[in-house]
């Protein structure tokens, strides 16, 4: 097992999993020191009901000082000064995020905003410009995916400015993660498709890639391991609630594991893709994951293979050679991802040219290949990537993810 | 015997060599980063990506030996010295310990395994570290023979060896006299 001369790792969030799980949350509060939550989610969380549940289970004994539904599909700095405005307005102590990616960025921006006081968030962007404890947050993970409720980033858009800001500090991890299948029974199956592929996503590259250790290895496996038994589970079965459970603990775990291990170039593609077509960051995880595990095979390949073991189980595991056994881990995500793909009619897509949005249009032209790649090159995940990227190779990757080709390994080049 | 495990004790003299070392290299650096901008359009490139004007900084936490360079607002990059007080510096690297801004100096260890085993703090937006990092490699690879180079960057870039060599000349030649 690789061992870093050097590493840091912290995951202080405390994880309550179960399927009463949010009967907890007043506990929680308490042991916070908060009693009056402002719960922060979106529309289409509060028109499925999770709220009205949500607030079933806190009970009598805890009444949330309000419900803020305003959080858009991209948290945006509009959207946080709001909620902010609200927060203050009703004396609230605490937070409650119920939802996806989105809806945990925003939460952890009002959290800056209402512990640090004013109204300028550009103020605290970038890394390191927090530098004291903030309210209590607890985030409620509506999808299975994302990881948010153990990171330390939030992303926040500046419409005016036509720029994301990133924050970046160890007060930004929520104090709790409460998993609770009541919250993604109702997950569409294209959507459980995508984001447990971008939680397989998180786990595989923190595992293979350069600032993987100890810590985060064993999470990393563990939460390949609960994604490729129940993963396929859930998809036959939407409503088995334990299979929920397990991928909603597989990506708290990937969080866990990517947030100290950081991730490579499927995230680094998949946010320049995000960024230039709006296409889901799932989608672009599922479709890139293959592509990152074979771009880096001269440089990972022993890593990769023994993904193997959790991914297909040890019969598989024993019965493949040692040589083969990265192609084969490669293989099995290509067979997964067409498996989704079959179960969810085609919505989920295993190439770029396959991306449709809402209305069944195509989402990705080729001709904006080139505008992609520009995006990439600012992405600070490159970093973390064993083999060096440039606009040659990421053009090449690209292109034959566009196409559904498997990498022509010749056109990779070494140093 | 080779395994048996011994404690060292290293004092200050040991401290002081370091940052003997050190203080040159990272003046050197910063200065060939300048020149490498002037020189190479590659590196021209990835200053342009960042924003004007700009400012960032390389150096040993918490005040050790440092290296500012700024892209000015007529997008020149300049180095401007060794101290990071009292600038305004738009992204601040800094390595947590001497002895690792040593092993990376001395090519021990890549900047990519640097920032991977999380020995750099980072103050600023974390986007503008990339084209940093690469232009810090791009820098290395002129500056260092292959051998070297090949220890300190994950993949040293393809470039005609006429392209190499004119333009490690010139990097020198600037980095020590000055344009
Ligand atoms: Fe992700």
Same mark, same amino acid.
């Given at each position: 097992?690789?061992?870093?001369? $050097?590493?840091?790792?912290?995951?202080?969030?405390?994880?309550?999993?179960?399927?009463?799980?949010?009967?907890?949350?007043?506990?929680?509060?308490?042991?916070?020191?908060?009693?009056?939550?402002?719960?922060?989610?979106?529309?289409? +969380?509060?028109?499925?009901?999770?709220?009205?549940?949500?607030?079933?289970?806190?009970?009598?004994?805890?009444?949330?000082?309000?419900?803020?539904?305003?959080?858009?599909?991209?948290?945006?700095?509009?959207? &946080?000064?709001?909620?902010?405005?609200? $927060?203050?307005?009703?004396?609230?102590?605490?937070?409650?995020?119920?939802?996806?990616?989105?809806?945990?960025?925003?939460? !952890?921006?009002?959290?800056?905003?209402?512990?640090?006081?004013?109204?300028?968030?550009?103020?605290?962007?970038?890394?390191?410009?927090? !530098?004291?404890?903030? !309210?209590?947050? /607890?985030? /409620?993970?509506?999808?299975?995916?994302?990881?948010?409720?153990?990171?330390?980033?939030? +992303?926040?858009?500046?419409?005016?400015?036509? +720029? !994301?800001?990133?924050?970046?500090?160890?007060?930004?991890?929520?104090?709790?993660?409460?998993?609770?299948?009541?919250?993604?029974?109702?997950?569409?199956?294209?959507?459980?498709?995508?984001?447990?592929?971008?939680?397989?996503?998180?786990?595989?590259?923190?595992?293979?890639?350069?600032?993987?250790?100890?810590?985060?290895?064993?999470?990393?496996?563990?939460?390949?391991?609960?994604?490729?038994?129940?993963?396929?589970?859930?998809?036959?079965?939407?409503?088995?609630?334990?299979?929920?459970?397990?991928?909603? @603990?597989?990506?708290?775990?990937?969080?866990?594991?990517?947030? @100290?291990?950081?991730?490579?170039?499927?995230?680094?593609?998949?946010?320049?893709?995000?960024?230039?077509?709006? +296409?889901?960051?799932?989608?672009?995880?599922?479709?890139?994951?293959?592509?990152?595990?074979?771009?880096?095979?001269?440089?990972?390949?022993?890593?990769?293979?023994?993904?193997?073991?959790?991914?297909?189980?040890?019969?598989?595991?024993?019965?493949?050679?040692?040589?083969?056994?990265?192609?084969?881990?490669?293989?099995?995500?290509?067979?997964? @991802?067409?498996?989704?793909?079959?179960?969810?009619?085609?919505?989920?897509?295993?190439?770029?040219?396959?991306?449709?949005?809402?209305?069944?249009?195509?989402? /990705?032209?080729?001709?904006?290949?080139?505008?992609?790649?520009?995006?990439?090159?600012?992405?600070?995940?490159?970093?973390?990537?064993?083999?060096?990227?440039?606009?040659?190779? &990421?053009?090449?990757?690209?292109?034959?993810?566009?196409?559904?080709?498997?990498?022509?390994?010749?056109?990779?080049?070494?140093? | 015997? %080779?395994?048996?495990?011994?404690?060292? #004790?290293?004092?200050?003299?040991?401290?002081?060599?370091?940052?003997?070392?050190?203080?040159?290299?990272?003046?050197?650096?910063?200065?060939?980063? %300048?020149?490498?901008?002037?020189?190479?359009?590659?590196?021209?490139?990835?200053?342009?990506?960042?924003?004007?004007?700009?400012?960032?900084?390389?150096?040993?936490?918490?005040?050790?030996?440092?290296?500012?360079?700024?892209?000015?607002?007529?997008?020149?990059?300049?180095?401007?010295?060794?101290?990071?007080?009292?600038? #305004?510096? #738009?992204?601040?690297?800094?390595?947590?310990?001497?002895?690792?801004?040593?092993?990376?100096?001395?090519?021990?260890?890549?900047?990519?395994?640097?920032?991977?085993?999380?020995?750099?703090?980072?103050?600023?937006?974390?986007?503008?570290?990339?084209?940093? %990092?690469?232009?810090?490699?791009?820098?290395?690879?002129?500056?260092?023979?292959?051998?070297? %180079?090949?220890?300190?960057?994950?993949?040293?870039?393809?470039?005609?060896?006429?392209?190499?060599?004119?333009?490690?000349?010139?990097?020198?030649?600037?980095?020590?006299?000055?344009?």
């Amino acid at each position: 097992m690789t061992h870093p001369a $050097f590493y840091e790792f912290g995951s202080p969030v405390r994880v309550v999993s179960g399927l009463t799980a949010l009967e907890r949350i007043p506990g929680l509060l308490e042991d916070l020191g908060a009693a009056r939550p402002l719960v922060i989610t979106d529309k289409g +969380v509060r028109a499925a009901g999770l709220v009205d549940v949500l607030t079933g289970a806190l009970g009598n004994g805890l009444e949330p000082g309000g419900i803020a539904d305003e959080v858009p599909p991209d948290s945006s700095v509009a959207a &946080v000064r709001e909620v902010a405005h609200r $927060f203050r307005e009703a004396r609230c102590d605490g937070i409650l995020a119920l939802g996806g990616g989105s809806v945990l960025d925003t939460a !952890k921006g009002v959290n800056i905003l209402v512990s640090e006081g004013g109204d300028d968030l550009m103020a605290y962007s970038g890394a390191g410009a927090l !530098k004291r404890r903030l !309210k209590p947050l /607890i985030a /409620i993970p509506t999808t299975a995916g994302t990881g948010s409720e153990t990171t330390l980033v939030a +992303v926040i858009k500046d419409a005016a400015r036509q +720029v !994301k800001m990133t924050f970046v500090s160890h007060y930004l991890i929520p104090d709790a993660a409460v998993l609770d299948p009541r919250m993604t029974l109702t997950l569409p199956p294209h959507i459980t498709a995508a984001t447990a592929m971008d939680a397989l996503t998180h786990a595989m590259e923190a595992y293979t890639c350069l600032a993987k250790n100890p810590q985060s290895d064993a999470a990393a496996l563990a939460a390949v391991a609960l994604i490729a038994e129940h993963l396929p589970r859930v998809m036959a079965a939407p409503g088995d609630a334990h299979a929920r459970l397990a991928l909603a @603990n597989a990506a708290t775990l990937a969080g866990m594991a990517f947030s @100290n291990s950081m991730c490579g170039m499927v995230h680094n593609l998949g946010h320049a893709v995000g960024a230039v077509c709006g +296409v889901p960051h799932g989608t672009c995880m599922a479709i890139f994951l293959p592509y990152g595990l074979e771009y880096n095979l001269h440089k990972n390949g022993p890593l990769t293979a023994e993904l193997l073991l959790p991914l297909a189980g040890p019969e598989v595991f024993a019965r493949t050679p040692a040589y083969h056994r990265p192609f084969r881990v490669i293989e099995a995500v290509r067979q997964l @991802n067409r498996h989704l793909r079959e179960r969810t009619a085609g919505r989920h897509a295993c190439s770029l040219q396959e991306v449709r949005d809402a209305r069944g249009q195509a989402q /990705i032209p080729r001709e904006r290949l080139p505008e992609i790649v520009a995006a990439a090159m600012r992405d600070g995940t490159a970093i973390y990537n064993p083999e060096d990227l440039d606009r040659e190779d &990421v053009l090449m990757v690209l292109t034959q993810a566009w196409e559904g080709l498997p990498l022509d390994r010749t056109r990779v080049r070494q140093g | 015997m %080779a395994t048996r495990w011994e404690y060292r #004790d290293h004092g200050p003299i040991r401290e002081i060599l370091r940052c003997a070392y050190l203080t040159p290299m990272l003046w050197f650096m910063g200065r060939a980063v %300048a020149a490498a901008a002037a020189v190479d359009t590659d590196v021209r490139r990835e200053f342009d990506t960042l924003p004007t004007p700009f400012t960032f900084a390389l150096g040993v936490w918490p005040a050790g030996p440092a290296m500012v360079v700024a892209k000015g607002a007529d997008g020149r990059v300049r180095y401007r010295g060794g101290r990071t007080a009292g600038v #305004d510096i #738009d992204l601040l690297m800094q390595i947590k310990h001497l002895e690792t801004a040593f092993q990376m100096f001395t090519f021990r260890e890549s900047t990519a395994t640097a920032f991977a085993r999380n020995r750099l703090l980072v103050q600023g937006d974390v986007a503008n570290a990339v084209p940093v %990092a690469r232009v810090l490699d791009m820098t290395e690879v002129y500056l260092l023979p292959r051998v070297i %180079a090949r220890l300190a960057v994950k993949r040293i870039p393809r470039w005609k060896p006429w392209r190499t060599w004119i333009g490690r000349l010139r990097i020198y030649w600037r980095t020590l006299w000055g344009y």
